[in-house]
C-alpha cells in the first residue's frame, strides 16, 4: 500500500524568503510524485510532477521538486515566496498498477507581508 | 483554458438523506474521479470511473455510493442516505486517457454538511 506524509500541517513565512515544504511517501512499487496547490475556493491546480528521468523538477509559479529515492522524499522548495503564494499545499503519488492518488494531509502555506 | 466543474459548492442535508453531488468533467476526458477530504484529514480516493463503469473503488466506497454519467457531460455521486461522517469536502477529478502518467485535473469541490 501507499501512503504520504506532510509533516508540517502549517508553514508560516515572509515574503520573499525561500520556503521548503515536506513530503515523504512509502510505497511498495515504483511511484509517481505529484504536487498540487488549492487556493481559496479553487480545485486543486496541479504544481508540478516527477514521473521519471531528472530528480529536479521544475513547476509553475517558480516552485520546483526534488525526488530522493534514498529518503522516499519529495520536497517542494521555492527560492523567493510571493503573497499569491499563500495557499494549501498537496503531496500525491500514484503508481502503474492503480490509477488512484494518494494524497497527504496538506500543508498550510502563509506568506506574510 | 479547460476546467472541471462541480455543483453545488455548498449543501447542507439532514441525517439519511440523499444527496446528488455533481460533476462536469473536462470535455475530451476518458477517467473520472472522486475523492473527498474529512476537515483536518487527508484526501481520499473513493472511486475511478471509465467506460461507464467503475474501474476501480476504495473501502470507504460502500454500498450507499454510486457514481454515474447520465448524459455523457455530467459525472454524478450519490450517497442514498447520508451518515454524520459523510460530512466532508467532496473533489472531481478528470483524466484525458488511460495512463498513470497523465494529470487528473480537479474540481473545486463541494462541500457537504450533514446534520
Known amino acids: 500500500a501507499q501512503s504520504v506524509t506532510q509533516l508540517d500541517s502549517q508553514v508560516p513565512v515572509f515574503e520573499e524568503a525561500p520556503v521548503e515544504l515536506r513530503c515523504n511517501y512509502s510505497?511498495?512499487?515504483?511511484?509517481?510524485l505529484f504536487w498540487y496547490v488549492q487556493y481559496p475556493n479553487q480545485g486543486l491546480q496541479l504544481l508540478l510532477k516527477?514521473?521519471?528521468?531528472?530528480?529536479l523538477v521544475k513547476g509553475i509559479n517558480g516552485f520546483e521538486a526534488e525526488f530522493n529515492k534514498s529518503q522516499t522524499s519529495f520536497h517542494l522548495r521555492k527560492p523567493s515566496v510571493h503573497i499569491s503564494d499563500t495557499a494549501e499545499y498537496f503531496c500525491?503519488?500514484?503508481?502503474?498498477?492503480?490509477?488512484?492518488?494518494?494524497f497527504g494531509t496538506g500543508t498550510s502555506l502563509t506568506v506574510i507581508p | 483554458e479547460p476546467e472541471v466543474t462541480q455543483t453545488p459548492s455548498h449543501q447542507v442535508t439532514q441525517m439519511g438523506q440523499e444527496v446528488i453531488l455533481r460533476c462536469v468533467p473536462i470535455?475530451?476526458?476518458?477517467?473520472f474521479y472522486w475523492y473527498r477530504q474529512i476537515l483536518g484529514q487527508k484526501v481520499e480516493f473513493l472511486v475511478s470511473?471509465?467506460?461507464?463503469?467503475?474501474?476501480?473503488k476504495s473501502e470507504i466506497f460502500d454500498d450507499q455510493f454510486s457514481v454515474e454519467r447520465p448524459d455523457g457531460s455530467n459525472f454524478t455521486l450519490k450517497i442514498r442516505s447520508t451518515k454524520l461522517e459523510d460530512s466532508a469536502m467532496y473533489f472531481c477529478?478528470?483524466?484525458?486517457?488511460?495512463?498513470?502518467?497523465?494529470?487528473?485535473?480537479f474540481g473545486p469541490g463541494t462541500r457537504l454538511l450533514v446534520l
Open positions: 516527477y514521473l521519471s528521468g531528472s530528480t
Open positions: 510505497s511498495s512499487v515504483s511511484v509517481y
Open positions: 500525491a503519488v500514484s503508481t502503474n498498477t492503480g490509477n488512484q492518488f494518494y
Open positions: 470535455s475530451n476526458h476518458l477517467y
Open positions: 477529478a478528470s483524466r484525458i486517457g488511460t495512463s498513470n502518467l497523465e494529470t487528473q485535473y
Open positions: 470511473f471509465y467506460n461507464n463503469e467503475i474501474s476501480e
